[in-house]
């Protein structure tokens, strides 16, 4: 009768120990090894399916809860991306045990009008252009406003091919779900007098643009400009308890949070770079601020400015965020009249000029 691997095994041990006895430990020590690993080896090939089933689940359930299926389809050229990530997102029924039953209010919720507001307090203070002239129109002390604001600046029309960006660039970080604010990133924050904070860098295009926008006869009004990590994460829960308070589960709440509010420390409120920006007749952040005079406005001339409308409306399967029409993020005046001309997001300008 054949002996079984593992009775060779032991076999040729134990006769390079008869034979040698300085071998006696070594020898035992290697059989000990050598059956070890057989047995690992014998039992993930018994139980691959297994594994491998695991493996996919796992995948699934990263992909459809992070929004990076939609992501890695666009890089890759996957026909549908849009479609097949909405399917896998309203129709999936995988449960790891703490997933609930998907709760039929959840769509209800998250309609068009059910959301009044985004990654903003709802007693936030408003900034208009006279508040933040009082600093910036009648003292220098930060030495950035030089009183040309109403003066149409000059934008770059160089083409991508022509211009070369750099990832390196502070204008362009990218900051979302899959790409948290890096550790080394740094910056330093302008003050107003009026108690509006931001990235110190942007505050002069943001005072031209808003100068730009009164000489057309239209008042815009900024806040939730930056804002701390803490403050984030408070924003975060308070709108998870929102909508467990409608009906919703934990998982279902976090989920739908998510799609309204950036994870704590993955927005770019957070390094004063983006602003919500509405109008002193339309102060609510509400998707039907994209269709007042002070919306269309923006919609139309912030690139020339440098900012860009950061979750536009179709491209929630790449941003992970619903649209927002008063959202609007610095990235310099030369990638901005790029992402207009071409219709792009920050995401796919990354992946076509980074």
Not at 31 to 54: P, Q
Not at 195 to 211: K, P, S
Request: glycine letters at 6%; aromatic letters at 14%.
């Amino acid at each position: 009768m054949e002996k079984t691997f593992r009775q060779k095994i032991i076999t040729y041990y134990t006769g390079v120990a008869k034979k040698n006895r300085l071998l006696k430990y070594p020898s035992f020590a290697g059989m000990f090894v050598t059956l070890v690993f057989y047995y690992i080896g014998l039992h993930f090939l018994t139980n691959g399916k297994r594994y491998a089933s695991m493996f996919f689940v796992a995948v699934f359930f990263m992909s459809s809860c992070s929004f990076s299926f939609a992501v890695f389809a666009e890089r890759t050229g996957f026909t549908g991306a849009q479609e097949t990530y909405s399917a896998i997102v309203e129709t999936s029924d995988v449960s790891l045990a703490v997933v609930e039953p998907v709760n039929p209010v959840v769509e209800e919720i998250l309609e068009e009008g059910n959301v009044v507001t985004s990654e903003h307090d709802g007693d936030a203070e408003t900034f208009t252009l006279d508040d933040l002239l009082e600093q910036h129109g009648h003292d220098h002390k930060m030495g950035i406003y030089d009183g040309t604001a109403g003066e149409q600046p000059e934008t770059d029309t160089e083409t991508d091919a022509e211009f070369a960006f750099d990832s390196s660039d502070w204008r362009l970080v990218l900051i979302n779900k899959q790409h948290p604010i890096p550790a080394d990133y740094d910056f330093k924050l302008g003050t107003f007098t009026s108690g509006m904070r931001c990235d110190e860098r942007v505050i002069e295009d943001l005072l031209l643009m808003m100068q730009a926008a009164k000489k057309d006869g239209l008042n815009l009004v900024v806040r939730s400009p930056y804002r701390t990590s803490d403050h984030q994460e408070d924003n975060f829960n308070d709108r998870i308890k929102s909508y467990m308070r409608q009906g919703l589960s934990y998982m279902e709440a976090y989920k739908a949070t998510s799609t309204v509010i950036t994870v704590p420390g993955c927005s770019e409120h957070e390094v004063g770079l983006a602003f919500d920006i509405t109008s002193d007749s339309f102060i609510e952040l509400k998707q039907g601020f994209a269709d007042t005079e002070e919306g269309e406005w923006l919609e139309a001339h912030s690139y020339e400015y440098g900012f860009i409308l950061r979750y536009p409306s179709g491209k929630e399967y790449i941003t992970g965020i619903e649209y927002e029409p008063w959202h609007f993020r610095y990235v310099g005046r030369e990638a901005a009249t790029i992402m207009k001309d071409e219709e792009l997001c920050l995401e796919e300008f990354w992946d076509k000029c980074l």
